[in-house]
């Protein structure tokens, strides 16, 4: 009996490995088509263009991740990350001086409120997580836009400091990167390691299980969300500062890059499965995709179709491997 419930155990973890496996070969083949098409492409420059502008993707897609693995989805943190950020470029155009530090922590103080906001929308009244990620994205958008009077805050009305945020580098490596890696070793630790990180994928597997189990699946949904705000207003924050310009329409529609992220890094949108070593690979493997089309001259239009087909690829692949792991499964047990 232990044979077969053992196998069972197993079976989500080499699916999950095969999955990862697939997608790191079909980057690779990537890099290599896209260096044929321009050789510029594996330039040490383009390399860190590349991973510059996918972290901030990354760092959300962190939160993403622990939403969708409780079965939830957020729309609103294009609007958190607007808000944020506005609020940011206000304070440093008022208080040129204020530490840069002072202002990412305003930052992610502004998007833990509107995260904590959802949770509980979502967890204490039951709210349909599109619903009040809906509903929060059109309050936010806004107020944002009555807090900005519907102006831009540019950088000459930045100080040096808060456009060092983004610009900044530790050790040679731009600061954007090592955020981004900090945020993913954190969030690898703590889905891994912790209770709380391995109660979320219960929650997300089975939450009428979870609630006999005794586990606080509320408390736990709510802490997604407030985790997916607090990332989305870092971000706010990181958005800004890379691009000098804080504005009411800020990152609008950009929740859906980073749902893409999550799906083709093999977050189960059906929740409880999913890893941050796959996260990563969606994660890079999106970058690629918006670096290099341009570069080889695709056009715009081409670029958002060939962006949909391998999201609805990998969304065909992960439902496919699922469907095969239960399949094993099954016969095992029979057995």
Known sequence: MSGPAAATRRQPRVSER????????????????????????????????????????????VGMMMVILT???????????????????????????IPPLVSVIEGIAVGLLVGSLVGVLVARFDVLPIIATLGMMNIVRGVTYVISKGAWVSSYQMSDGFLSIATGKLFGVNNLIVIAVVVFVLAGYFLTRTRMGRRIYAVGSNPEAADVSGIPRRWITWFVYAVMGALSGLAGVLW???????QGDSATGYELNVIAAAVLG????????????GLIL????????NNALPLIDVSPFW????????????ILTNVS???????????????
């Open 18 to 61: 095969f999955r990862e496996l697939g997608l790191l070969v079909f980057i690779v083949i990537l890099c290599a088509a896209f260096q044929i098409g321009n050789k510029s492409f594996l330039s040490l420059e383009n390399i860190n263009d590349l991973l510059t502008n996918t972290a901030i993707l990354g760092i959300l897609a």
């Open 71 to 97: 079965r939830g989805i957020d729309l609103s943190i294009g609007a958190t990350i607007a808000i944020s950020g506005m609020v940011s470029a206000l304070t440093v155009q008022y208080l040129p001086n």
């Open 240 to 246: 800004v500062s890379k691009f000098a310009s804080a």
């Open 266 to 277: 093999g977050v189960s949108i059906s929740g409880g499965s999913g890893k941050v070593t």
């Open 282 to 289: 969606g994660t890079i493997l999106l970058g690629i995709l």
């Open 303 to 314: 670029q958002q179709a060939i962006q949909g087909l391998v999201i609805l690829a990998a």
């Open 321 to 335: 491997v699922k469907r095969s792991g239960l399949r094993q499964a099954l016969r095992r047990r029979a057995i």
